[in-house]
């Protein structure tokens, strides 16, 4: 797939070619999971896999939408349209609430004709709905002059995310695919949106990051991923701070015990200590792997998407049979360490591997869902690619 290939398509559906295309990635979170919606530290990093908006900019004020995976239908909107949340169901409803999240916050959106491609895989936790709202997002930015700062865009893309499809998910998805940069993670307070890159470093250490996409499809609209936010919004209430990301490590016992004094019954359907344990080492975790790649240290990070996975699977219960198998095979074939990355349920993992282990360790991970029969999973390399841009 190709920005070319999404040009040409433009014009097969709308019969008029496209004023240009815009492109934003998928991404993968190196580490800090389930941190973003806590105001904490997270890594993430942009992959070479691109979501494709094809566009023009209408003068009636309509807005039509087309996906390649959607069967030929196009989504027609009049003027003003979409007016609320709920207006608009299924895939059309990522690029509409971002033009309806744009308006909201006061910018001139008008009309437009969009065509979507991507190649970033559906489900697999690799953040197909960010990619998909950035580059709607910096597509209407391009035709209509509202000069977005790339922080802002991810804010608002974030909010259609949240208000306007009702998946309640931090800031994390949307900064990546708006502002990461080529060869490197993104070393980012979702708190006070900092951001820097940090070079990774991997290939002059001769490792490569391996994704495992397990094929297990989530689904987090509602359910599991909205009670562990509530239950972590209700640990930081009873700990008297304004996110868990304010715990620091230092006093984490004594805040698991004044959870558990304030009551440590499960609520919203998880218990909130382990809630509140998970956080606060996670971000340690983050902060310890900038700190190694900072130094040039890329093997030593390893241990650390490790020991993330056992917390996730453990703390956050959020992993599934296929994520604890895929990263239990990975490390057992010689990887150097390996976890899930994304909501979690499915979706993908992901493996720090020596450049001349990646075929042992995919073959590996491949056997073992076979004997244990589950679907064969998508294993494949990846570099960190650059954010979300216009191609020329």
Partial sequence: ?????????????????????????????????????????????????????????????????????????????????????GAVRG???????????????GYPVGGADLHVESEVPLGAGLSSSAALQVATALALDGLHGLGLGRPELARLAQRAENAFVGVPCGIMDQTAAACCVEGHALHLDTRSLAARPVPLGLAAAGLRLLVMDTRVAHELGEGAYARRRAGCEAAARALGVRAL???AYERLAEALAEVEAAGGAERHGVRPGPLVRHVVTENRRVEETAALLDAGDPRA?????????????????????????????????????????????????????????????????????????HRLPHVFPVTAGPGAHRVV
């Avoid at 993430?44 to 004020?61: S, Y």
């Avoid at 059309?92 to 308006?103: F, I, S, T």
């Avoid at 917390?311 to 490390?331: I, N, Q």
């Fill in 301 to 373: 990070v390893g241990p650390l998407l490790t020991a993330g996975h056992a917390s996730l699977r453990d703390d956050f219960a959020v992993s599934c049979p296929e994520l604890d198998l895929a990263v239990a095979t990975a490390v057992g074939a010689g990887a150097l360490g390996a976890r899930m990355t994304g909501g979690g349920f499915g979706g993908s993992a992901v493996a720090l591997v020596e450049e001349a282990a990646v075929t042992e360790v995919g073959e590996a991970v491949r056997a073992a869902f076979a004997a244990a029969g």
């Fill in 91 to 105: 895939w059309a409803a990522h690029p509409a609430g971002v033009a309806w999240a744009l308006r909201e916050a």
């Fill in 245 to 247: 990301r304010d715990v």
């Fill in 1 to 85: 797939m190709t920005a070319a290939q999404a040009a040409r398509a433009f014009g097969e559906v709308y019969g008029t070619p496209c004023e240009g295309v815009w492109a934003a990635p998928g991404r993968v979170n190196l580490i800090g999971e389930y941190t973003d919606v806590n105001e904490g530290l997270v890594m993430p990093l942009a992959l070479p896999r691109l979501t494709w908006v094809a566009a023009r900019a209408r003068p009636d004020g309509r807005l039509r939408l087309h996906s390649a995976a959607a069967a030929g239908v196009v989504v027609e909107l009049g003027p003003g349209e979409p007016a609320a949340p």
